[in-house]
């Protein structure tokens, strides 16, 4: 009897686990994956485009998600000076042939040479009775003779504000530019003075400075 009580009391003693199909604390559970697999098209390009205030592309980060189903990312410091007016890519292939490579880079020379319009000439975009505007690049130059009084820019849509002293009526007009940052240019008369407004593709401050022959704004 006293061997049976003994034998008891042993078997009490012995730490069990109460189910062995599971890990036990302090065990780690290893990682599964799933039978059900979600057909996905291999990655080709993704587009990412801008918002006309960035300047500066400071990291890219990317969200993927691994084999057990977790959600991980990694950033990658870049910190360059970009054209928002130019969109990024990403991709994991490459072209199959020399035509398709051929292509893709005609394509990205377009797009280049449409987002960078008149940056290498000075280009005549519109004339008024009283000044004549010469854009190239990100620089517009504005030959008159009339004495400019104030200046600011305004927003929704980004546009600055030019007021020119004259007593003589001006005729107000408005001029569309195509493919240009200087999108529209528009003329107002009022008492003492003329207003011209220029609009903006997009969000930038400027510089204003003299020239020989008139005014200079530097869009940054």
Do not use: C
């Not at 240019?185 to 220029?198: A, D, E």
Request: hydrophobic share 35%; net charge positive; charged share 25%.
């Amino acid at each position: 009897m006293k061997v049976l009580i003994a034998i008891f009391l042993l078997l009490s003693l012995l730490n069990a686990r109460e189910n062995p199909f599971f890990p036990s604390e302090g065990e780690k559970e290893l990682s599964y994956t799933s039978n059900d697999v979600k057909k996905l098209p291999s990655l080709q390009r993704a587009t990412i485009s801008l918002p006309s205030k960035a300047r500066v592309l400071e990291s890219v980060t990317i969200k993927y998600k691994n084999l057990d189903g977790s959600i991980e990312s990694k950033t990658v410091e870049v910190e360059n000076r970009v054209d928002w007016h130019l969109p990024l890519f990403i991709t994991q292939s490459y072209p199959s042939s020399d035509a398709a490579e051929n292509k893709s880079e005609k394509k990205e020379k377009v797009t280049s040479s449409k987002a960078n319009i008149n940056t290498e000439r000075n280009e005549k975009i519109a004339s008024i009775t009283n000044a004549d505007f010469y854009a190239s690049g990100k620089t517009l130059q504005i030959k008159t003779k009339d004495e400019l009084i104030r200046n600011f820019l305004l927003s929704n849509p980004h546009r600055i504000v030019l007021d020119f002293k004259k007593d003589a009526v001006v005729k107000a007009s408005s001029q569309e530019i195509s493919q240009s940052i200087f999108s529209k240019i528009r003329v107002g008369n009022h008492s003492g003075y003329y207003r011209i407004v220029i609009e903006l593709d997009g969000h930038y401050r400027y510089k204003l400075s003299n020239t020989n022959n008139g005014y200079k704004i530097t869009l940054q």
